[in-house]
């Protein structure tokens, strides 16, 4: 029921900067969850960055100072700014979207967008 798409992807030199950007559609509720994780090849999907509807927010140690996750509640849309961007960034990120309150929960998921930091 709750969608979400993905874009702002693509390569980028070690140093650069990328911006990826999350669209949600369908039953949104809040107080709800949006945050963005990501997967390199062979690793665990991890969590970047989130953000609560409210305001609190939270990153990983390895992309803090770097990575700055922003939303807008009215339009259902999130952002990640990615600066400073190394060679270890690259991934594909996925956003994600989850609420807990009861009888409105849900938990989305994108397809994912590829994030390649490469010379």
């Known amino acids: 029921q709750v969608q979400l798409v993905e874009s702002g992807g693509g390569l980028v030199q070690p140093g650069g900067s990328l911006r990826l950007s999350c669209a949600a559609s369908?039953?949104?509720?809040?107080?709800?969850?949006m945050g963005w994780y990501r997967q390199a090849p062979g690793k665990q999907r991890e969590l970047v960055a989130s953000e609560t509807s409210s305001g609190n927010t939270n990153y990983a140690d390895a992309v803090k100072g770097r990575f700055t996750i922003s939303r807008d509640n009215a339009k259902n849309t999130a952002s990640l700014q990615m600066n400073s961007l190394k060679p270890e960034d690259t991934a594909v990120y996925y956003c994600n979207a989850f609420s807990v309150v009861s009888m409105f929960e849900y938990d989305a998921w994108g397809q994912g967008i590829q994030v390649t930091v490469s010379t």
């Open positions: 369908g039953s949104i509720f809040e107080p709800n969850t």
